[in-house]
């Protein structure tokens, strides 16, 4: 389980160190694609592979389930975690999510996702300004 935020440097060649805590439950090998909103999500294997599926599974006579099915599969990537517990972001994903030197790196639960410091804070402040009424919609889910 992947809890907390944590904010890691990038090095020049734009690796990337896991938080420690996070290590055993992430496994050797990941998969990195682009995060919904402009962030990059990492999945260990055994959360990527059901995901994957269901994706898969989506319609192909639907529009929006063929670009939901692009925008998770045409920049996923097959990682490994080098033994510092470091991992290279593919420079294309970076870009897009526009993660330069440093990283705001967050636990979601079954997965993590990876910021940039600037958007992560836009995203804080939503949270901040909507967390009532983002609760009260989905009190129903709970």
Same mark, same amino acid.
Request: aromatic letters at 14%; hydrophobic letters at 45%.
């Given at each position: 389980?992947?809890?907390?935020?944590?904010?890691?440097?990038? $090095?020049?060649?734009?690796?990337?160190?896991?938080?420690?805590?996070?290590?055993?439950?992430?496994?050797a090998e990941v998969v990195i694609t682009r995060g919904i909103d402009r962030c990059l999500s990492l999945y260990p294997l055994d959360t990527w592979t059901p995901l994957a599926e269901r994706?898969?599974?989506l319609s192909i006579s639907d529009p929006d389930a063929r670009n939901f099915?692009?925008?998770?599969?045409?920049?996923?990537?097959?990682l490994d975690v080098d033994r510092q517990g470091r991992v290279l972001l593919p420079a294309d994903l970076r870009q897009y999510a526009e993660i330069d030197r440093e990283a705001t790196v967050?636990?979601?639960?079954?997965?993590?996702?990876?910021?940039?410091?600037?958007?992560? $804070?836009?995203?804080?402040?939503?949270m901040d300004e909507e967390g009532s009424s983002i609760a009260e919609r989905l009190a129903e889910l709970i």
């Open positions: 389980m992947f809890l907390g935020r944590y904010a890691h440097n990038v $090095d020049s060649k734009g690796r990337l160190a896991i938080p420690a805590r996070f290590r055993e439950a992430l496994g994706v898969s599974s099915r692009r925008m998770v599969f045409a920049e996923a990537s097959y967050v636990g979601v639960h079954s997965y993590i996702e990876i910021w940039s410091p600037g958007r992560w $804070d836009m995203q804080s402040r939503v």
